[in-house]
Protein backbone atom coordinates (compact mmCIF):
# COMPACT_ATOMS: atom_id res chain seq x y z
CA UNK A 1 0.00 0.00 0.00
CA UNK A 2 1.26 3.30 -0.99
CA UNK A 3 -1.53 5.04 1.08
CA UNK A 4 0.54 7.12 3.15
CA UNK A 5 3.45 8.34 0.71
CA UNK A 6 0.55 9.35 -1.51
CA UNK A 7 -0.78 11.54 1.60
CA UNK A 8 2.55 12.78 2.65
CA UNK A 9 2.39 14.49 -0.77
CA UNK A 10 -0.97 15.82 -1.05
CA UNK A 11 -0.03 17.43 2.88
CA UNK A 12 3.01 18.93 1.67
CA UNK A 13 1.05 20.53 -1.73
CA UNK A 14 -1.40 21.76 1.15
CA UNK A 15 1.30 23.46 2.83
CA UNK A 16 3.23 24.70 0.34
CA UNK A 17 0.22 25.90 -1.24
CA UNK A 18 -0.92 28.22 1.59
CA UNK A 19 2.75 29.40 2.16
CA UNK A 20 2.42 30.58 -1.65
CA UNK A 21 -0.61 32.45 -1.44
CA UNK A 22 -3.18 33.80 0.97
CA UNK A 23 -5.56 33.94 -1.83
CA UNK A 24 -6.78 30.92 -2.33
CA UNK A 25 -7.74 29.55 0.94
CA UNK A 26 -9.93 26.95 -0.32
CA UNK A 27 -7.06 24.86 -2.36
CA UNK A 28 -5.21 23.88 0.50
CA UNK A 29 -8.23 22.70 2.64
CA UNK A 30 -9.24 20.51 -0.32
CA UNK A 31 -5.75 18.72 -0.68
CA UNK A 32 -5.63 18.06 3.10
CA UNK A 33 -9.16 16.56 2.68
CA UNK A 34 -8.41 14.01 0.53
CA UNK A 35 -4.74 13.22 2.15
CA UNK A 36 -6.88 12.50 5.33
CA UNK A 37 -9.59 10.31 3.18
CA UNK A 38 -6.32 8.65 1.70
CA UNK A 39 -4.83 7.95 5.03
CA UNK A 40 -7.53 6.43 6.38
CA UNK A 41 -8.64 4.28 3.45
CA UNK A 42 -8.61 0.34 3.68
CA UNK A 43 -7.99 -0.27 0.12
CA UNK A 44 -4.88 0.32 -1.64
CA UNK A 45 -4.67 3.24 -3.52
CA UNK A 46 -2.70 1.67 -6.43
CA UNK A 47 -5.66 -0.74 -6.59
CA UNK A 48 -8.40 1.87 -6.69
CA UNK A 49 -5.84 4.28 -9.34
CA UNK A 50 -5.66 0.42 -11.40
CA UNK A 51 -9.47 -0.05 -11.33
CA UNK A 52 -10.34 4.57 -12.49
CA UNK A 53 -11.77 4.81 -9.10
CA UNK A 54 -9.45 7.27 -7.66
CA UNK A 55 -12.61 10.10 -7.96
CA UNK A 56 -14.70 8.02 -5.53
CA UNK A 57 -12.51 8.78 -2.86
CA UNK A 58 -14.46 11.58 -0.62
CA UNK A 59 -12.75 15.26 -1.50
CA UNK A 60 -10.89 13.51 -4.69
CA UNK A 61 -11.78 15.49 -8.13
CA UNK A 62 -10.23 14.97 -11.38
CA UNK A 63 -7.12 17.53 -10.54
CA UNK A 64 -6.20 15.74 -7.52
CA UNK A 65 -6.67 12.30 -9.11
CA UNK A 66 -4.55 13.23 -11.77
CA UNK A 67 -1.52 14.15 -9.08
CA UNK A 68 -2.43 10.69 -7.45
CA UNK A 69 -1.81 9.14 -10.97
CA UNK A 70 1.47 10.77 -11.66
CA UNK A 71 2.98 10.10 -8.11
CA UNK A 72 2.04 6.78 -8.65
CA UNK A 73 3.59 5.98 -12.13
CA UNK A 74 6.19 8.77 -12.05
CA UNK A 75 7.20 8.90 -8.31
CA UNK A 76 6.58 12.86 -8.49
CA UNK A 77 4.17 15.31 -9.15
CA UNK A 78 5.06 18.30 -11.34
CA UNK A 79 3.05 20.69 -8.89
CA UNK A 80 4.88 19.63 -6.04
CA UNK A 81 8.17 20.22 -7.27
CA UNK A 82 7.20 23.41 -8.81
CA UNK A 83 6.15 24.69 -5.26
CA UNK A 84 9.34 23.00 -3.47
CA UNK A 85 11.62 24.87 -5.71
CA UNK A 86 9.89 28.04 -4.90
CA UNK A 87 10.29 27.52 -1.41
CA UNK A 88 12.82 25.69 0.76
CA UNK A 89 10.74 23.13 3.44
CA UNK A 90 12.28 24.69 6.00
CA UNK A 91 9.53 27.52 5.82
CA UNK A 92 6.76 24.85 6.67
CA UNK A 93 7.79 24.02 10.02
CA UNK A 94 8.19 28.22 10.69
CA UNK A 95 5.05 28.67 9.17
CA UNK A 96 3.61 26.09 11.95
CA UNK A 97 4.79 27.71 14.69
CA UNK A 98 2.32 29.38 16.99
CA UNK A 99 1.30 32.88 15.99
CA UNK A 100 3.64 32.27 12.77
CA UNK A 101 1.52 31.35 9.96
CA UNK A 102 2.23 31.75 6.02
CA UNK A 103 2.40 35.34 5.93
CA UNK A 104 4.94 35.43 8.41
CA UNK A 105 6.90 32.53 7.52
CA UNK A 106 7.24 34.26 3.90
CA UNK A 107 8.32 37.57 5.17
CA UNK A 108 11.09 35.91 7.53
CA UNK A 109 12.04 34.13 4.08
CA UNK A 110 12.20 37.16 2.06
CA UNK A 111 13.29 39.86 4.55
CA UNK A 112 15.60 37.63 6.70
CA UNK A 113 17.02 35.08 4.65
CA UNK A 114 15.19 32.79 7.15
CA UNK A 115 15.12 29.30 5.58
CA UNK A 116 14.56 26.90 8.74
CA UNK A 117 14.11 27.00 12.34
CA UNK A 118 17.56 27.06 13.26
CA UNK A 119 17.84 29.93 11.55
CA UNK A 120 15.04 31.79 12.94
CA UNK A 121 15.98 30.99 16.45
CA UNK A 122 19.22 32.36 15.81
CA UNK A 123 17.31 35.54 14.59
CA UNK A 124 15.34 36.03 17.37
CA UNK A 125 18.03 35.57 19.53
CA UNK A 126 20.04 37.77 17.75
CA UNK A 127 17.29 40.43 18.17
CA UNK A 128 16.79 40.79 14.26
CA UNK A 129 13.45 39.90 14.47
CA UNK A 130 11.84 43.03 16.16
CA UNK A 131 13.37 45.19 13.39
CA UNK A 132 10.99 43.79 11.12
CA UNK A 133 8.01 46.12 10.50
CA UNK A 134 5.05 45.44 12.88
CA UNK A 135 7.05 43.30 14.57
CA UNK A 136 7.66 43.77 18.54
CA UNK A 137 10.29 42.35 21.02
CA UNK A 138 7.17 40.33 22.57
CA UNK A 139 6.08 38.29 18.90
CA UNK A 140 10.20 37.33 19.58
CA UNK A 141 9.97 36.12 22.57
CA UNK A 142 6.23 34.16 21.52
CA UNK A 143 8.54 32.33 18.31
CA UNK A 144 11.61 31.75 20.73
CA UNK A 145 8.87 29.69 22.81
CA UNK A 146 7.70 28.04 20.38
CA UNK A 147 10.88 27.14 18.66
CA UNK A 148 12.10 25.57 22.56
CA UNK A 149 8.42 23.93 22.97
CA UNK A 150 8.98 22.13 19.50
CA UNK A 151 12.35 20.81 20.76
CA UNK A 152 11.21 19.61 24.35
CA UNK A 153 9.29 17.24 22.10
CA UNK A 154 11.30 16.12 19.77
CA UNK A 155 12.24 12.60 19.54
CA UNK A 156 9.19 11.85 21.00
CA UNK A 157 6.01 10.69 18.81
CA UNK A 158 2.13 10.76 19.70
CA UNK A 159 0.47 7.59 21.31
CA UNK A 160 -1.93 7.66 18.22
CA UNK A 161 0.82 7.35 15.83
CA UNK A 162 2.68 4.63 17.76
CA UNK A 163 0.24 2.53 19.32
CA UNK A 164 -0.59 1.50 15.80
CA UNK A 165 2.77 0.15 15.26
CA UNK A 166 3.19 -1.54 18.73
CA UNK A 167 0.07 -3.56 17.85
CA UNK A 168 1.95 -4.15 14.61
CA UNK A 169 5.01 -5.50 15.74
CA UNK A 170 3.62 -7.57 18.62
CA UNK A 171 1.13 -9.08 15.63
CA UNK A 172 4.30 -9.99 13.71
CA UNK A 173 6.12 -11.42 16.47
CA UNK A 174 3.30 -13.20 17.57
CA UNK A 175 3.14 -14.59 13.52
CA UNK A 176 6.16 -15.26 12.65
CA UNK A 177 8.41 -15.99 15.64
CA UNK A 178 8.41 -19.01 17.93
CA UNK A 179 7.15 -16.53 20.91
CA UNK A 180 5.28 -18.35 23.77
CA UNK A 181 4.53 -14.72 24.62
CA UNK A 182 4.34 -11.28 23.54
CA UNK A 183 3.41 -7.70 24.44
CA UNK A 184 4.27 -4.38 24.83
CA UNK A 185 5.51 -2.44 27.78
CA UNK A 186 6.47 1.00 28.87
CA UNK A 187 4.79 4.52 28.05
CA UNK A 188 2.68 3.21 25.63
CA UNK A 189 1.35 0.56 27.52
CA UNK A 190 0.38 3.28 30.55
CA UNK A 191 -1.47 5.38 27.59
CA UNK A 192 0.56 7.98 27.64
CA UNK A 193 -0.18 10.47 25.40
CA UNK A 194 3.55 11.02 24.33
CA UNK A 195 5.64 8.20 23.80
CA UNK A 196 10.04 8.11 23.46
CA UNK A 197 10.47 4.49 22.83
CA UNK A 198 8.87 1.42 22.53
CA UNK A 199 9.45 -1.62 24.41
CA UNK A 200 8.83 -5.28 23.47
CA UNK A 201 8.82 -8.08 25.52
CA UNK A 202 8.74 -11.89 24.70
CA UNK A 203 9.50 -15.44 26.29
CA UNK A 204 10.52 -18.01 23.84
CA UNK A 205 12.74 -21.36 24.04
CA UNK A 206 14.70 -19.76 21.71
CA UNK A 207 15.34 -16.22 22.21
CA UNK A 208 18.00 -16.21 18.96
CA UNK A 209 15.12 -16.70 16.60
CA UNK A 210 13.04 -14.31 18.11
CA UNK A 211 16.05 -12.13 17.97
CA UNK A 212 15.98 -12.37 13.95
CA UNK A 213 12.62 -12.17 13.06
CA UNK A 214 13.02 -8.45 14.97
CA UNK A 215 15.26 -7.07 13.52
CA UNK A 216 14.42 -8.61 9.91
CA UNK A 217 11.02 -7.18 10.19
CA UNK A 218 10.25 -4.84 7.06
CA UNK A 219 9.73 -1.81 9.48
CA UNK A 220 13.20 -1.93 10.55
CA UNK A 221 15.77 0.87 9.08
CA UNK A 222 18.71 0.54 11.28
CA UNK A 223 19.66 -2.24 13.73
CA UNK A 224 20.97 -0.36 16.70
CA UNK A 225 21.98 -4.04 18.67
CA UNK A 226 21.10 -7.34 18.84
CA UNK A 227 21.63 -9.96 21.37
CA UNK A 228 19.70 -12.78 22.26
CA UNK A 229 18.09 -11.47 25.31
CA UNK A 230 18.40 -8.08 24.33
CA UNK A 231 17.91 -5.94 21.17
CA UNK A 232 17.41 -2.54 19.69
CA UNK A 233 16.46 -1.69 16.11
CA UNK A 234 14.85 2.00 14.65
CA UNK A 235 11.57 1.64 12.66
CA UNK A 236 9.50 3.71 10.07
CA UNK A 237 10.80 6.98 8.64
CA UNK A 238 10.56 8.50 11.40
CA UNK A 239 12.89 5.97 13.03
CA UNK A 240 11.15 4.73 16.71
CA UNK A 241 14.02 3.45 18.68
CA UNK A 242 12.31 0.02 19.67
CA UNK A 243 13.77 -2.41 22.56
CA UNK A 244 13.39 -6.17 22.63
CA UNK A 245 13.55 -8.08 25.56
CA UNK A 246 13.69 -11.57 25.93
CA UNK A 247 12.72 -13.43 29.14
CA UNK A 248 12.32 -16.58 31.24
CA UNK A 249 8.59 -17.81 31.14
CA UNK A 250 9.30 -17.90 35.14
CA UNK A 251 10.43 -14.02 34.64
CA UNK A 252 7.61 -12.82 31.73
CA UNK A 253 5.30 -11.09 34.79
CA UNK A 254 8.04 -9.50 36.85
CA UNK A 255 10.03 -8.25 33.43
CA UNK A 256 6.47 -6.73 31.93
CA UNK A 257 6.18 -4.91 35.20
CA UNK A 258 9.59 -3.54 35.38
CA UNK A 259 9.38 -2.51 31.62
CA UNK A 260 6.14 -0.97 31.90
CA UNK A 261 6.91 1.17 34.48
CA UNK A 262 6.57 4.17 35.42
CA UNK A 263 10.29 4.39 37.36
CA UNK A 264 8.45 5.93 40.57
CA UNK A 265 5.97 3.31 40.35
CA UNK A 266 8.61 0.62 40.04
CA UNK A 267 10.69 2.37 42.74
CA UNK A 268 7.75 2.43 45.69
CA UNK A 269 6.99 -1.51 44.82
CA UNK A 270 10.59 -2.23 45.07
CA UNK A 271 10.81 -0.89 48.69
CA UNK A 272 7.91 -2.15 49.77
CA UNK A 273 9.66 -5.47 48.81
CA UNK A 274 12.22 -5.07 50.70
CA UNK A 275 10.32 -4.08 53.81
CA UNK A 276 8.95 -8.05 53.40
CA UNK A 277 12.43 -9.25 53.30
CA UNK A 278 12.38 -9.27 50.05
CA UNK A 279 14.36 -8.36 46.50
CA UNK A 280 12.32 -7.66 43.81
CA UNK A 281 13.78 -6.72 40.15
CA UNK A 282 12.95 -7.56 36.48
CA UNK A 283 13.89 -11.13 37.14
CA UNK A 284 11.65 -11.65 40.02
CA UNK A 285 10.99 -11.82 43.32
CA UNK A 286 13.68 -13.27 45.72
CA UNK A 287 13.90 -14.35 49.05
CA UNK A 288 17.37 -14.79 49.41
CA UNK A 289 18.31 -16.90 46.49
CA UNK A 290 15.03 -18.29 45.90
CA UNK A 291 12.47 -16.87 43.29
CA UNK A 292 9.25 -16.90 45.03
CA UNK A 293 7.12 -15.23 42.14
CA UNK A 294 7.66 -13.74 38.93
CA UNK A 295 5.67 -15.70 36.39
CA UNK A 296 2.94 -13.19 36.09
CA UNK A 297 2.13 -9.12 37.15
CA UNK A 298 -0.77 -11.03 39.10
CA UNK A 299 1.52 -13.13 41.30
CA UNK A 300 4.35 -10.08 41.86
CA UNK A 301 1.88 -7.78 42.69
CA UNK A 302 -0.44 -10.48 45.10
CA UNK A 303 3.44 -11.33 46.90
CA UNK A 304 3.50 -7.75 48.05
CA UNK A 305 0.13 -7.91 49.35
CA UNK A 306 -1.67 -5.61 46.40
CA UNK A 307 -4.45 -6.55 44.03
CA UNK A 308 -3.61 -5.59 40.42
CA UNK A 309 -3.12 -2.54 39.44
CA UNK A 310 -3.76 -1.53 35.70
CA UNK A 311 -1.09 -0.36 33.80
CA UNK A 312 -3.03 2.96 33.07
CA UNK A 313 -2.64 3.91 36.70
CA UNK A 314 0.93 2.89 37.53
CA UNK A 315 2.44 6.88 37.30
CA UNK A 316 2.76 6.68 41.53
CA UNK A 317 0.03 9.31 42.01
CA UNK A 318 -1.68 7.49 44.61
CA UNK A 319 -2.67 3.96 42.96
CA UNK A 320 -0.18 2.39 45.36
CA UNK A 321 -1.97 3.15 48.57
CA UNK A 322 -5.03 2.82 47.16
CA UNK A 323 -4.30 -0.71 46.08
CA UNK A 324 -3.33 -1.21 49.45
CA UNK A 325 -6.80 0.50 51.09
CA UNK A 326 -8.37 -1.90 48.48
CA UNK A 327 -10.18 1.55 47.16
CA UNK A 328 -8.50 1.06 43.19
CA UNK A 329 -11.29 2.02 40.72
CA UNK A 330 -13.12 0.17 38.46
CA UNK A 331 -11.87 1.61 35.43
CA UNK A 332 -14.19 2.11 32.35
CA UNK A 333 -13.25 0.46 29.11
CA UNK A 334 -13.75 1.03 25.07
CA UNK A 335 -16.61 -1.49 25.36
CA UNK A 336 -18.75 0.99 27.64
CA UNK A 337 -18.66 3.58 25.19
CA UNK A 338 -21.92 3.45 23.43
CA UNK A 339 -21.29 7.03 21.09
CA UNK A 340 -19.14 9.71 20.38
CA UNK A 341 -20.17 13.28 20.58
CA UNK A 342 -17.29 15.36 18.43
CA UNK A 343 -17.12 14.13 14.91
CA UNK A 344 -17.89 16.19 11.56
CA UNK A 345 -18.89 16.20 8.25
CA UNK A 346 -18.13 17.21 5.04
CA UNK A 347 -20.55 20.25 5.13
CA UNK A 348 -17.64 22.07 7.46
CA UNK A 349 -13.56 20.62 7.96
CA UNK A 350 -14.49 16.86 7.61
CA UNK A 351 -13.80 14.81 4.73
CA UNK A 352 -17.45 12.28 4.93
CA UNK A 353 -21.04 12.77 4.60
CA UNK A 354 -22.96 12.33 7.69
CA UNK A 355 -24.09 9.45 5.63
CA UNK A 356 -20.45 7.67 5.43
CA UNK A 357 -20.18 8.81 9.47
CA UNK A 358 -22.99 7.18 10.39
CA UNK A 359 -22.38 3.80 8.90
CA UNK A 360 -18.62 4.16 10.34
CA UNK A 361 -20.30 4.50 13.52
CA UNK A 362 -22.93 1.62 13.57
CA UNK A 363 -19.86 -0.58 11.95
CA UNK A 364 -18.44 -0.07 15.87
CA UNK A 365 -21.37 -1.14 17.50
CA UNK A 366 -22.10 1.96 18.73
CA UNK A 367 -25.78 3.06 19.52
CA UNK A 368 -25.57 6.40 18.81
CA UNK A 369 -23.38 9.50 17.19
CA UNK A 370 -23.85 13.15 17.70
CA UNK A 371 -23.03 15.31 14.99
CA UNK A 372 -21.16 18.46 15.53
CA UNK A 373 -20.17 20.60 12.75
CA UNK A 374 -18.32 23.88 13.52
CA UNK A 375 -20.06 27.07 13.82
CA UNK A 376 -19.49 30.36 11.19
CA UNK A 377 -16.33 32.51 12.83
CA UNK A 378 -14.06 29.39 12.38
CA UNK A 379 -13.66 30.96 8.58
CA UNK A 380 -11.11 28.36 7.56
CA UNK A 381 -13.28 25.42 8.24
CA UNK A 382 -16.07 26.71 6.58
CA UNK A 383 -18.18 26.97 9.55
CA UNK A 384 -21.73 26.53 8.97
CA UNK A 385 -24.30 29.80 8.81
CA UNK A 386 -27.77 29.39 11.35
CA UNK A 387 -29.27 28.58 7.61
CA UNK A 388 -27.20 25.52 7.00
CA UNK A 389 -27.02 24.67 10.22
CA UNK A 390 -31.05 24.53 10.34
CA UNK A 391 -30.24 22.26 7.25
CA UNK A 392 -27.84 20.44 8.38
CA UNK A 393 -30.09 19.67 11.41
CA UNK A 394 -33.00 18.47 9.82
CA UNK A 395 -31.06 16.23 7.40
CA UNK A 396 -29.55 15.07 11.21
CA UNK A 397 -32.80 14.38 12.50
CA UNK A 398 -34.36 12.61 8.91
CA UNK A 399 -31.71 9.91 9.21
CA UNK A 400 -31.98 8.81 12.66
CA UNK A 401 -36.14 8.74 11.97
CA UNK A 402 -35.22 6.30 9.28
CA UNK A 403 -32.35 4.57 11.41
CA UNK A 404 -33.89 1.95 13.22
CA UNK A 405 -30.04 0.69 15.24
CA UNK A 406 -28.17 3.83 14.73
CA UNK A 407 -29.52 6.94 16.00
CA UNK A 408 -27.97 10.48 15.30
CA UNK A 409 -27.71 13.61 17.52
CA UNK A 410 -27.75 17.42 16.25
CA UNK A 411 -25.25 19.23 17.73
CA UNK A 412 -23.20 21.94 17.14
CA UNK A 413 -19.01 23.05 17.97
CA UNK A 414 -19.99 26.51 18.29
CA UNK A 415 -16.82 28.83 19.22
CA UNK A 416 -16.37 30.39 22.33
CA UNK A 417 -15.84 34.13 21.18
CA UNK A 418 -13.35 36.66 22.61
CA UNK A 419 -15.36 37.67 25.13
CA UNK A 420 -17.05 34.45 26.53
CA UNK A 421 -19.74 34.73 24.28
CA UNK A 422 -21.20 31.89 21.47
CA UNK A 423 -21.21 32.28 18.06
CA UNK A 424 -24.80 31.31 17.18
CA UNK A 425 -27.45 32.66 19.65
CA UNK A 426 -29.48 31.21 21.53
CA UNK A 427 -32.87 30.62 19.78
CA UNK A 428 -30.13 28.48 17.59
CA UNK A 429 -28.55 26.57 20.21
CA UNK A 430 -31.88 25.75 22.13
CA UNK A 431 -33.24 23.55 19.19
CA UNK A 432 -30.48 21.33 19.51
CA UNK A 433 -29.78 18.32 20.78
CA UNK A 434 -26.88 19.50 22.67
CA UNK A 435 -24.16 22.25 21.97
CA UNK A 436 -20.23 21.67 22.43
CA UNK A 437 -18.55 24.76 22.78
CA UNK A 438 -14.64 25.36 22.20
CA UNK A 439 -11.79 28.25 22.15
CA UNK A 440 -10.81 27.93 18.84
CA UNK A 441 -9.00 31.83 19.02
CA UNK A 442 -7.43 34.30 21.08
CA UNK A 443 -5.70 32.01 22.85
CA UNK A 444 -2.94 34.94 24.23
CA UNK A 445 -5.48 36.32 26.65
CA UNK A 446 -3.83 36.32 30.24
CA UNK A 447 -5.22 33.23 32.94
CA UNK A 448 -8.03 35.70 35.11
CA UNK A 449 -9.56 36.82 30.98
CA UNK A 450 -9.40 33.61 29.74
CA UNK A 451 -10.64 31.84 32.60
CA UNK A 452 -13.55 34.18 33.06
CA UNK A 453 -13.92 33.89 29.32
CA UNK A 454 -14.27 30.17 29.90
CA UNK A 455 -16.59 30.61 32.70
CA UNK A 456 -18.83 32.90 30.79
CA UNK A 457 -19.52 30.45 27.80
CA UNK A 458 -20.26 27.38 30.17
CA UNK A 459 -22.69 29.47 32.18
CA UNK A 460 -24.98 29.86 29.03
CA UNK A 461 -27.91 27.23 29.65
CA UNK A 462 -27.45 25.91 26.04
CA UNK A 463 -23.84 24.55 26.87
CA UNK A 464 -23.30 21.26 27.61
CA UNK A 465 -19.88 19.97 26.98
CA UNK A 466 -16.72 22.46 27.65
CA UNK A 467 -14.50 20.41 24.40
CA UNK A 468 -9.90 20.16 24.92
CA UNK A 469 -10.34 22.77 27.25
CA UNK A 470 -6.77 23.65 27.65
CA UNK A 471 -6.83 23.75 23.62
CA UNK A 472 -2.66 22.49 23.59
CA UNK A 473 -1.61 20.78 20.65
CA UNK A 474 0.96 18.61 21.41
CA UNK A 475 4.97 20.03 20.32
CA UNK A 476 3.30 22.64 18.74
CA UNK A 477 0.45 24.84 21.07
CA UNK A 478 0.86 25.66 24.85
CA UNK A 479 -2.09 25.63 27.06
CA UNK A 480 -3.80 28.59 26.99
CA UNK A 481 -4.15 30.14 30.77
CA UNK A 482 -6.96 28.20 32.89
CA UNK A 483 -7.39 28.06 35.97
CA UNK A 484 -8.34 24.67 35.93
CA UNK A 485 -9.56 24.55 39.73
CA UNK A 486 -12.28 27.36 38.87
CA UNK A 487 -13.14 25.40 35.61
CA UNK A 488 -14.31 22.14 37.20
CA UNK A 489 -15.77 24.23 39.94
CA UNK A 490 -17.82 25.92 38.18
CA UNK A 491 -18.74 23.03 35.82
CA UNK A 492 -19.72 21.01 39.02
CA UNK A 493 -21.91 23.97 39.28
CA UNK A 494 -23.53 24.24 36.01
CA UNK A 495 -23.32 20.75 35.27
CA UNK A 496 -21.39 21.46 31.95
CA UNK A 497 -19.82 17.98 30.82
CA UNK A 498 -16.38 18.19 30.47
CA UNK A 499 -14.37 16.85 27.54
CA UNK A 500 -11.58 14.14 26.84
CA UNK A 501 -10.60 14.97 23.05
CA UNK A 502 -9.01 11.81 21.84
CA UNK A 503 -7.28 13.15 18.68
CA UNK A 504 -3.60 12.49 19.06
CA UNK A 505 -2.08 15.69 19.27
CA UNK A 506 -4.95 17.14 21.37
CA UNK A 507 -5.85 14.48 24.02
CA UNK A 508 -6.99 17.34 26.10
CA UNK A 509 -8.04 16.78 29.06
CA UNK A 510 -4.82 14.50 30.19
CA UNK A 511 -4.93 11.81 32.63
CA UNK A 512 -4.05 13.88 35.82
CA UNK A 513 -6.56 17.11 34.33
CA UNK A 514 -9.37 14.19 34.27
CA UNK A 515 -8.56 12.96 37.64
CA UNK A 516 -9.20 16.45 39.08
CA UNK A 517 -12.26 16.93 37.58
CA UNK A 518 -13.68 13.83 38.62
CA UNK A 519 -12.65 14.97 42.15
CA UNK A 520 -14.77 18.17 41.78
CA UNK A 521 -17.89 15.71 40.90
CA UNK A 522 -17.96 16.42 37.30
CA UNK A 523 -18.98 14.59 34.22
CA UNK A 524 -16.79 13.33 31.61
CA UNK A 525 -17.00 12.62 27.94
CA UNK A 526 -14.45 10.83 25.53
CA UNK A 527 -15.06 12.29 22.48
CA UNK A 528 -13.07 11.61 19.30
CA UNK A 529 -13.39 14.95 16.90
CA UNK A 530 -13.14 12.82 13.97
CA UNK A 531 -12.91 14.90 11.12
CA UNK A 532 -12.95 11.43 8.88
CA UNK A 533 -14.54 7.72 9.54
CA UNK A 534 -11.37 6.60 10.49
CA UNK A 535 -10.71 8.86 12.98
CA UNK A 536 -13.52 6.64 15.08
CA UNK A 537 -10.67 4.78 15.73
CA UNK A 538 -8.99 7.44 18.22
CA UNK A 539 -11.91 6.55 20.85
CA UNK A 540 -9.11 4.00 22.16
CA UNK A 541 -6.50 6.76 23.09
CA UNK A 542 -9.16 8.95 24.87
CA UNK A 543 -10.38 6.11 27.08
CA UNK A 544 -6.16 5.78 27.89
CA UNK A 545 -6.52 9.31 28.66
CA UNK A 546 -10.04 8.62 31.17
CA UNK A 547 -8.07 5.19 32.85
CA UNK A 548 -5.24 7.25 33.43
CA UNK A 549 -7.46 10.09 35.40
CA UNK A 550 -9.31 6.60 37.47
CA UNK A 551 -12.34 7.29 35.57
CA UNK A 552 -15.15 4.32 36.09
CA UNK A 553 -18.55 4.12 33.75
CA UNK A 554 -20.47 6.56 35.85
CA UNK A 555 -18.07 9.61 35.30
CA UNK A 556 -18.32 9.31 31.57
CA UNK A 557 -21.71 9.90 29.88
CA UNK A 558 -21.30 8.40 26.73
CA UNK A 559 -21.44 5.09 28.61
CA UNK A 560 -25.30 5.72 28.63
CA UNK A 561 -27.37 4.94 26.11
CA UNK A 562 -29.30 6.65 23.95
CA UNK A 563 -32.51 7.13 25.42
CA UNK A 564 -30.03 7.99 29.12
CA UNK A 565 -28.06 10.85 27.07
CA UNK A 566 -31.02 12.09 25.71
CA UNK A 567 -32.59 12.78 28.77
CA UNK A 568 -29.89 13.66 30.42
CA UNK A 569 -29.18 16.40 27.99
CA UNK A 570 -32.80 17.50 27.92
CA UNK A 571 -33.02 17.71 31.38
CA UNK A 572 -29.85 19.85 31.98
P1 LIG B 1 9.16 6.78 27.33
O1 LIG B 1 9.77 5.68 26.54
O2 LIG B 1 10.10 7.90 27.60
O3 LIG B 1 7.89 7.27 26.75
O4 LIG B 1 8.76 6.22 28.79
P2 LIG B 1 8.87 4.75 29.38
O5 LIG B 1 8.10 4.78 30.66
O6 LIG B 1 8.47 3.75 28.37
O7 LIG B 1 10.39 4.65 29.78
P3 LIG B 1 11.61 3.75 29.20
O8 LIG B 1 11.39 3.28 27.82
O9 LIG B 1 12.84 4.56 29.46
O10 LIG B 1 11.67 2.52 30.18
C1 LIG B 1 10.65 1.54 30.19
C2 LIG B 1 10.32 1.16 31.60
O11 LIG B 1 11.44 0.59 32.24
C3 LIG B 1 9.95 2.35 32.48
O12 LIG B 1 8.60 2.70 32.37
C4 LIG B 1 10.28 1.85 33.85
C5 LIG B 1 11.47 0.94 33.60
N1 LIG B 1 12.71 1.64 33.96
C6 LIG B 1 13.54 2.28 33.12
N2 LIG B 1 14.57 2.79 33.80
C7 LIG B 1 14.39 2.48 35.09
C8 LIG B 1 15.13 2.70 36.30
O13 LIG B 1 16.17 3.34 36.33
N3 LIG B 1 14.60 2.21 37.44
C9 LIG B 1 13.43 1.51 37.47
N4 LIG B 1 12.97 1.04 38.62
N5 LIG B 1 12.73 1.26 36.36
C10 LIG B 1 13.19 1.75 35.19
CA1 LIG C 1 9.52 3.44 26.37
CA1 LIG D 1 12.95 1.82 26.34
ZN1 LIG E 1 -14.05 19.63 16.52
Not at 238 to 249: H, K
Not at 336 to 341: N, S
Not at 443 to 455: C, H, L, W, Y
Request: glycine share 8%; charged share 30%.
Amino acid sequence: MRNEEVAAALYEIADLLELSSDEDRFRPISYRRAARAIEGLAEAIEDLANQGRLEQIPGVGRGIAAKIKQHLSEGKIDELAALRSRFPPGLVDIMRLPDVGPKTARRLYLELKVTNLEELRKAAEEGRLRRLKGFKERSEQNILKGIQLREATKGRFLLGYVLPIADRIVEHLRTTAPVDKVAYGGSVRRMKESVGDLDILATATDPAAVTKAFTSMPLVREVIMSGDTKSTVLVGPERIQVDLRVLEPRSWGSGLQYFTGNKDHNIKLRTIAQKMGLKLNEYGIFRGEEQVAGATEEDVYRTLGLPYIEPELREDTGEIEAAAQGALPNLVTLADIKGDLHTHTNLTDGVNTLEQMAAAARAKGYEYLGISDHSPSLRVTGGLSEEHLRIHVAHIREYSKRSPDLKLLAGTECDILGDGSLDYPDSVLKDLDYVIASVHSHFKMPEKEMTERVVRAMSNDHVDILAHPTTRKIGQRESIALDMERIMEVAADAGTVVEINAYPDRMDLNGPHAKLAKEHGVKLIVDTDSHTTAHLDFMRLGVGSARRGWLETSDVVNTMSYEEILTFFASR
